[in-house]
């Protein structure tokens, strides 16, 4: 898989291209410093030697990969720290390779899982693939996107070096420098084990693939350093270990925190399923609103995790938050951040915007209203709609706020009807004269939630 530019704004409502956050931030930590800097966002779980880490990167940039698996087409917003985790080292002088994993993804990781992940079949994974790639280009910089002093960065799929290879030739090249005792001695494995499903002979060979991937990596482009979350430890050291037996010479690992939420929630999770970085699966908006929500014992450890903002900087929005907390100050800027990050600062604005026509006190403008297209229903109506002594009665029929002609009225009567962010009177059976916002749009509502936007054609 060849390098890519860094993505362009989102196409469309639904696209997924993904943007890369300014190249203009301040204050990103250079060379060794950005050990430092991980340590303050308490982003080190496990590493390496760290002094061995520190004095070779003080000698010069070193070469680091991330593998994500395409288990699905799109990342998720668990995924951000060890992406952004890349991203700041290429913002610190150092070369990343991001890896889409199209052969381990065909296997299937048992880290952090009690139970073995249905195989995907070659089309659906080449899908994936494809779909990841695009998202993993979107955070880094590559050749012909490069700012002054920067590695460019480098994409792979671990197809490359593993399909075509023979179970014998496997087994006898990478298999022989792996014990079962080492493999047996991982924690993912051991949790496996002593669970009611166990692990299959497919799963638990995973840890040798992965273990090659660092390898062929070495080799082929210098990579000196590995990085995932908590939950790759075993993997990352079983790499590190086969380098060594291999090739005589050191390799490092570093791991970060996996995300939890303060209530017990799993983060990146909602009622209706994960948080996604792509646009056709979750909205900037929906993206937008989970970070907004967060718990005030989150978000301080979310704007260190998920944000390039200096450290200072979020030590200073915490102290502006806790002058007042329910203003949620520190909740909206991590809320921006993270949607500028994933879908750029336009969608960032109609996010907002779309908040204030669902959740403002204000009657909404046009600009409103169109930010609200593709969030809520929408209905396209004539002027003759919008007309007539029952016109009210009849669009809530015809937006499916209400179920009938009699249904409209009993609603009304109960005073259960807005127009436009205004409650009618109980009598109201038309719409009223200026219904129109902007000449376009009408926004209904239905009781505390059902809304629903009419759009004249």
């Known amino acids: 898989m060849g390098d890519g530019g860094t993505g362009g704004p989102a ?38 030697d760290p002094e061995a880490i520190r004095e070779r990167m003080a000698d010069g940039p070193i070469t680091l990969y991330c593998g994500f698996d395409p288990t699905a087409d799109s990342l998720h917003v668990g995924h951000l720290v060890p992406l952004l985790l890349l991203r700041r080292f290429q913002d610190a002088g150092h070369r990343p390779i991001a890896l889409a994993g199209g052969a381990t993804g065909m296997v299937g990781d048992p880290s952090g899982r009690s139970e073995e992940r249905n195989l995907l079949d070659g089309e659906t994974l ?43 030739e496997f087994l006898r090249d990478v298999g022989k420098h792996v014990t079962v005792g080492t493999m047996l001695g991982k924690e993912s494995i051991q949790a496996r084990l002593a669970g009611d499903q166990g692990i299959s002979f497919t799963e638990f060979s995973y840890m040798l693939l992965q273990a090659n991937d660092f390898y062929e990596l070495h080799d082929r482009l210098g990579c000196e350093l590995q990085v995932g979350g908590s939950d790759q430890w075993g993997n990352i050291t079983a790499g590190i270990d086969m380098i060594r037996r291999r090739r005589a010479v050191p390799a490092h690992g570093l791991t970060v925190p996996l995300m939890t939420r303060a209530d017990g929630a799993k983060f990146g999770k909602t009622a209706d399923g994960a948080v996604w970085l792509d646009a056709a699966r979750t909205l900037p908006y929906e993206l937008h609103q989970y970070f907004v929500n967060v718990d005030d014992r989150d978000v301080e450890r979310f704007l260190l995790h998920l944000t390039l903002l200096p450290v200072a900087e979020v030590a200073s929005i915490m102290a502006d938050h806790g002058r007042a907390p329910e203003s949620r100050v520190a909740q909206k800027r991590l809320a921006d951040e993270v949607c500028t990050l994933v879908h750029g600062q336009p969608e960032t604005e109609r996010a907002r915007l779309a908040a ?36 009210l009665v009849d669009v809530l029929v015809a937006s499916g706020l209400c179920g009938s002609r009699g249904d409209a009225r009993r609603t009304l009567a109960g005073g259960g009807v807005s127009v436009n962010g205004v409650r009618q009177d109980s009598d109201a059976m038309a719409l009223p004269a200026d219904a129109l916002v902007d000449g376009r749009f009408v926004l209904l509502q239905k009781g505390r939630r059902n809304r629903h936007l009419l759009v004249l054609v």
């Open 11 to 48: 196409g469309g409502r639904g696209g997924s291209i993904l943007v890369a956050m300014s190249d203009s931030l301040p204050d990103a930590p250079a060379g060794a410093a950005i050990l430092d800097d991980l340590v303050a966002r308490g982003l080190v779980q496990d590493s390496t």
């Open 126 to 168: 080449t899908h994936n693939v494809e779909a990841v790639a695009v998202q993993l280009r979107s955070f880094l910089r590559f050749d012909g996107h490069l700012r002054e002093g920067d590695q460019p960065a480098v994409l792979v799929d671990n197809r490359e070096w593993t399909e075509g290879v023979g179970v014998l």
């Open 356 to 391: 204030e026509g669902l959740f403002g006190v204000d009657p909404p403008t046009g600009e409103v209203l169109e930010a609200l297209r593709g969030i809520v229903p929408e209905t396209s109506v004539t002027a003759g709609d919008l007309a007539g002594e029952e016109s």
